[in-house]
């Protein structure tokens, strides 16, 4: 082997991973949904205003939310696995919320993407099940299948059907800022950090 070829591996592999990091910005992104979650936080994105009915059967927009953060989740309320897991981490933010008496303008919302099953009976029964009063935490259902569409494609959530009735689909927590605008899309599981991520873009 000759001498120089070492060196010429270990600058042809320098190189490759100095263009690697430059691709996912320093090897923070590795999936299209990290470059998603990158983006929306680099340049937080204008939302529709679109019109939802609560499981009180009130209706309101997300514009009504200005001035407040907004956590938000999507479901469908027969969902057996996932929609489960994030009511219990909203659950759990709300709790947190309470007992330290936070003033801080956050509002809950999870808005469901089975506007044919989901009817005002089904959101009053899924929000009973995780202790959700609106207005501080609405569970909620556009009032089209227009409105659903702009708002599946605005907030980048991908809904399956699984061939068995159900969904599969993203769960994912969006973060809505007092602007109205989509300014981070978070893990879930992490109910402090949620709360903590909210604090941060909520009007003082």
């Not at 200005?66 to 938000?72: D, F, P």
């Not at 009511?87 to 003033?103: E, H, I, P, Q, V």
């Not at 202790?131 to 299948?145: L, S």
């Amino acid at each position: 082997m000759r001498r120089g070829f070492p060196v010429l591996l270990a600058a042809v592999l320098a190189t490759g991973m100095t263009a690697l990091a430059c691709e996912t910005d320093g090897f923070r992104v590795v999936t299209s949904a990290g470059a998603r979650q990158l983006a929306v936080e680099r340049a937080p994105q204008a939302l529709p205003d679109a019109r939802l009915r609560d499981q009180d059967g009130r209706l309101f927009t997300l514009g009504a939310y200005r001035g407040r953060a907004v956590l938000v989740d999507f479901i469908y309320t027969r969902c057996p696995t996932i929609c489960g897991l994030l009511g219990d981490d909203f659950a759990r933010m709300l709790r947190l919320m309470k007992a330290r008496r936070s003033t801080a303008p956050i509002d809950l919302l999870s808005i469901s993407f089975d506007p044919q099953d989901d009817d005002r009976d089904a959101l009053r029964l899924y929000g009973e099940r995780f202790g959700a009063k609106a207005p501080r935490w609405r569970i909620a259902a556009p009032i089209d299948t227009h409105a659903l569409a702009r708002l599946l494609r605005s907030f980048g959530v991908v809904v399956i059907p699984d061939g068995m009735g159900g969904f599969v689909h993203n769960d994912a927590v969006y973060l809505i800022d007092a602007q109205g605008r989509l300014a981070r899309i978070l893990d879930p599981d992490a109910p402090a950090r949620l709360v903590a991520a909210a604090s941060k873009v909520a009007a003082p």
